[in-house]
């Protein structure tokens, strides 16, 4: 199994551009999560999804969108994208409260 | 809103000693524990979690927790330099079996 798989690792963005960032999970869990870190923060929750084709607000959902069309997939939209958005992107999946995240992609927006 | 509370360090033990790191959280409902060890540049890893009152060995670490107290700790016994990291905190709310709320972490160093 791979686990949670992220691409990209890296990405340098012009402020206004729109990327999308993938993930996606071998592993068959229901539950899938967007976060976002920032240097000395916590991981911050960002949008979330029970299942396919439902998702949810999280604590930071603002400048960003998520679809979630199978079990496995769970991308990210980044619209207009602002230096405010240059963090460090992690996915995570679960079937219970023990999430498993991947390995992440850096984002910097200029 | 609902918050957990960790020491953000540096916190510096000598090789062979005892880390103890600490959290505390805001929800008195919430019901799941959680320790994330995060290494420079990496991604969180799952480390331990709790769920009753008390402790919880494993290997080298053992999970606290005391929910009168709204406290939960992880105490490393003989430290090694490879377990200098970022430890998160990671609490599931009342009436989520789903949903995390992280602390901002605990650095730790281990000297040789």
């Known amino acids: 199994n791979a686990g949670v798989t992220q691409t990209p690792k890296f990405r340098i963005l012009k402020i206004g551009q729109s990327m999308t960032l993938q993930c996606t999970q071998d592993?068959?869990?229901?539950?899938m999560y967007w976060y976002r870190q920032d240097p000395g923060m916590g991981l911050k929750l960002i949008y979330y999804?029970?299942?396919?084709?439902?998702?949810d607000k999280g604590e930071v959902p603002n400048g960003y969108n998520v679809s979630r069309s199978t079990t496995e997939d769970f991308p990210l939209r980044l619209e207009l994208a602002a230096p405010s958005q240059t963090s460090v992107y992690f996915c995570?999946?679960?079937?219970?409260?023990?999430?498993?995240f991947g390995p992440g992609t850096r984002l910097t927006v200029t | 809103q609902k918050e957990v509370e960790q020491n953000s360090g540096p916190l510096s033990v000598p090789e062979g000693a005892i880390a103890s790191l600490n959290c505390t959280y805001s929800?008195?409902?919430?019901?799941?524990f959680f320790w994330y060890r995060q290494y420079s540049g990496k991604s969180p890893e799952l480390i331990m979690f709790?769920?009753?009152?008390g402790d919880k060995e494993d290997g080298r670490f053992t999970a606290q927790l005391n929910k009168a107290s709204q406290y939960v700790s992880l105490l490393i016994r003989d430290s090694q330099p490879s377990d200098s990291a970022t430890y998160l905190c990671?609490?599931?709310?009342?009436?989520?079996?789903?949903?995390?709320?992280f602390g901002k972490g605990t650095l730790l160093t281990v000297n040789p």
């Open positions: 995570a999946s679960s079937n219970r409260a023990e999430q498993y």
């Open positions: 592993m068959n869990h229901n539950y």
């Open positions: 999804s029970v299942g396919a084709g439902i998702t």
């Open positions: 929800d008195r409902g919430s019901q799941s």
């Open positions: 709790i769920y009753s009152n």
């Open positions: 990671a609490v599931s709310p009342g009436g989520s079996n789903y949903k995390l709320t």
